[in-house]
């Protein structure tokens, strides 16, 4: 681990080779702020994809890979005369502050539900008041992600369920209008519904302090598993999976589950 002077020396030479790359690499001199966006999304996905497999070599990594764009953004933030990196972490650090009465005021909490609830409070007061409760959910997320957090923020301000035990009561609402459109062979109905049913289960797994993304794509990784084992296990006996019934798929998908859980 680095000491606080160590970390001052790692960003003054992070930011120098900010300045010389855009000064002397072609590449980087041309990017722009339209440019970079994509590759900054995909940059956010594989820390993503890092963090869920628990590799800190593979974190650092990628937190670099990160770094480096914010550095990027700020560095033409600078030359366009808007703002530049001690811009950002200055306004980043008062807006922390703000946000965190209870570590740098005299505020009280009792827990971290308290927390969440001070922070969108908080929030909606440095919009002056103007600003609406769900403003501050990105409209490009990922439609899992962005139910979630339409929910988080509606919780903010207390729409939320009194007992979590309730939602389920929700969930089986859904479901049978779902199956109730379904067989009135109405697809824009079923459409609606079935999207009413998706956001009443995330619902139901932030209720329960679940991260539906987190448990979607664990259950990803897990398919991807069993079904690479059952496609490597028939190749080499000579088998087209195309050949096979779905009994005789299930002796592989099986062992694959008594494998890895």
């Not at 690499?25 to 497999?53: F, G, H, S």
Request: charged letters at 35%; aromatic letters at 10%.
């Amino acid at each position: 681990m680095t000491t606080l002077q160590e970390k001052f020396a790692a960003l003054e030479k992070v930011l120098y080779v900010m300045d010389e790359i855009r000064l002397k690499c072609p590449w980087d001199k041309e990017q722009t702020n339209e440019t970079l966006r994509m590759l900054t999304i995909e940059e956010t996905y594989e820390l993503a994809e890092a963090v869920l497999e628990g590799k800190s070599d593979l974190i650092k990594k990628e937190l670099g890979d990160l770094l480096l764009h914010l550095l990027f953004y700020s560095k033409i933030g600078q030359e366009r005369g808007d703002f530049d990196f001690g811009d950002v972490m200055n306004a980043m650090a008062e807006k922390i502050i703000f946000r965190h009465p209870h570590v740098f005021g005299d505020v009280s909490v009792e827990n971290q539900e308290e927390v969440k609830k001070n922070w969108e409070e908080l929030k909606l007061k440095e919009k002056s008041g103007n600003g609406s409760v769900l403003g501050g959910v990105p409209k490009s997320l990922p439609a899992v992600v962005k139910a979630y957090r339409l929910q988080a923020k509606a919780r903010g301000v207390g729409f939320d369920w009194d007992k979590k035990e309730d939602v389920w009561d929700k969930v089986t609402e859904e479901l049978n209008e779902l199956k109730h459109e379904i067989a009135n062979f109405d697809k824009e109905k079923t459409e609606a519904e079935f999207g009413d049913l998706l956001f009443s289960v995330i619902n139901a797994a932030r209720m329960y302090d679940i991260d539906p993304e987190l448990a979607l794509e664990r259950t990803n990784q897990k398919f991807i598993y069993r079904f690479n084992y059952l496609e490597s296990e028939t190749r080499k006996k000579g088998i087209n999976l195309k050949d096979m019934t779905l009994q005789e798929m299930d002796v592989y998908w099986n062992e694959a589950k008594r494998i890895k859980s």
